[in-house]
């Protein structure tokens, strides 16, 4: 009798989700999968031998990745993190001036809906403003590396007027806007420059 045997790889998921596909170029299913190299006879196998590496492959063309291409955020993320940004950054400058004052808050409010998160309020503004400090600069750091030099611009003019809602910019508010600018790739001559304007056109 002839004996038929080999090494065969089987694969089994351990998760699914959504990534970026790089072949694609879009957001895709993706499942995650681990290896195992198998001793089989007759096609069949039946002695587990080693481990194989993990990877990632898309359901939509096939291809697979190493795991890190998991880590590219998905467009989707990328649209959620603006709206995300630009609420840690109103509870930043709203904190630096004076939190409670309705104008301000208004302005906050009317700026992140501008930023695609329509559904901000009153309450959300009172919850961002209780949140640390690092947690909300991070926010901004995370908005600051998808953003384009004008967005950026853009970005801090906007934040800018939540802190020139409740009167002129004290200390505190330039160095929450100084920092803010930072956190997002600015230079600080650049930020100044931003702010100089903005500051000029609203008076
Ligand atoms: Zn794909």
Known sequence: ????????????????????????GGDRAYR????????SLFFVPLVPLWRLGQNVECRACRRRFAVSALRTPTAQQMAAALPAAMRAAAALVLRAGDPSDGTARARAIDTVAGYGEPGYDDAGVETDLELRRDVLEREVALAGSQLAVEAKEWFLAQVVRI??????????????LHRIAELLGMSRAYALGVIVTTEGASR
């Open 32 to 39: 995650r999968r681990t290896g195992r190299r198998w001793f």
């Open 1 to 24: 009798m002839l004996l038929v045997f080999g090494l065969t790889a089987v694969f089994r998921t351990v998760s699914e989700g959504t990534f970026h596909c790089p072949q694609c």
């Open 163 to 176: 802190g020139l809602a409740d009167g002129p910019l004290g200390e505190g508010e330039r160095r929450v």
